[in-house]
């Protein structure tokens, strides 16, 4: 049995001008979006199935489809 470790210091890292801009507009502008389209965020798996699943919500009552999922549409 081999055991390897790598051990390497964090690199300093500075932001370019038009990054701290850019983020000082976002944060005056108060408004946040996330957006996911991996395949984790696909119907029918992750976060949101646990609190269902743990929910008094009946599955059956969801109808979940994923036929409308298409990767062809995206950049």
């Known amino acids: 049995m081999f055991k390897v470790t790598y051990d390497q210091q964090q690199q300093d890292h500075k932001p370019a001008p038009e990054n701290l ?13 996330f957006v996911h389209w991996g395949l984790y965020s696909c119907l029918g798996d ?30």
Not at 21 to 33: G, M, P
């Open 21 to 33: 801009e850019a983020r000082q507009w976002l944060k005056e502008t108060k408004f946040d979006l």
């Open 46 to 75: 992750g976060e949101w199935m646990k609190i269902i699943k743990a929910s008094r919500i009946k599955y059956s009552t969801i109808k979940i489809s994923t036929e409308h999922i298409w990767t062809t549409n995206f950049d």
